[in-house]
């Protein structure tokens, strides 16, 4: 191996992330085809899968993981950026490749994206801070990937857009070069960003976190992209499918973070009194309906509303843990109150196992 500076730093020079709960047979399908890349094997490229704390066995091929794979097991699930976090933390790469679990790529997927760090590293201008590769649902035909910035004047006239695109830019407005945000289904970040950021931000349990990271990265000078030229089908995007009644209330706080974190006051206060709206006129159509589990996440959902606007409100897991309670039997569901957001708890630290 050469023994510059330079040279020695790109080894290995690309760490994919895969972040799992509960999803085994898709992470072992991915792990599986990208593993049998030829740079994985030379070592240009590891595979870090972390596991947010399954519930079930880690399978076997995982604990005892073939060469250039590592596995990173936490004992409970923090959501996607702790996730995401711990695989930047275990790394030395400079580059990090976020993938979904249910993403469906081969091989050939390690060469080109080292061949685009090649371009990105030999650019005048400096290398992107975050750049999205292109998705393409199971048909073939491409999936949203690219985001407009978040105002309250587009969550006014999002319910007239269809759900499949109120998220995401329309494909044909879509172009390569600078955009606001990508997604983090597929997403390729400089560790030097993470580094300055101290990570992506854990207090969102799960959507939103990839809108705030872009937003942070351009506000360091770095530069956000999309470049289609490298492209994996994204099998379950959210906009594909109708959310649970408990993903319902964590997204509905992660936007209301968003705002609260990054837009000015007046613009997270006008959400949250829409979100209250929209809660208790879509939890009495849910319960004239019968549809008792989603009247309750819409009562928690306007009880999240006002307790962020306190300035209070659940953080990072704390999420999660309210949105089951939330939807617990009505003795403990509908009265209860978020968390008042109390001191920061350490997490476990992680076990890690890697071989080769």
Known sequence: MPSTSAQVLEWPRLAIVIVNFEGWPDVGRLVAALAAAPEVAEGRCELVVVDNGSTGPIPEVFLDPMPGVRLVA?????????????????SAAPWLLLLNPDVVAGPELVGRVLARLDAFEGRAEGPPAVVGFGLRNADGTRQGSVGAPPSLARCLWEPLIPRTRRK????????????????????????????????MDDEFFLYYEEVALCRSARRLGGSVEYDPGVEVVHLRPLQGRRPSPALRIITRHSKLLYFRKHLPRREFLGLSWLVAAEARARGAWAAVLGRADEARAWRA????????????????????????????PPAAGPGRQPPRRGPRQRRPSPTTNRKG
Not at 74 to 90: E, I, M
Not at 190 to 195: I, N, P, S
Request: proline share 6%; glycine share 16%; hydrophobic share 45%.
């Open 74 to 90: 936490l004992d409970s699930n923090g959501g996607f950026a702790a996730g995401v976090n711990a695989g930047w933390r275990a």
């Open 168 to 199: 995401y830019q329309p494909a044909w407005r879509t172009r390569p070069g600078p955009v606001p945000w990508v997604t983090g289904a597929c997403a390729l970040v400089r560790a030097e960003v993470l580094e300055r950021l101290g990570g």
């Open 301 to 328: 959902i306007g009880a999240l509303a006002a307790s962020m606007r306190r300035g209070q409100g659940p953080r990072g897991r704390e999420v999660l843990e309210f949105a089951e309670s939330a939807l617990s």
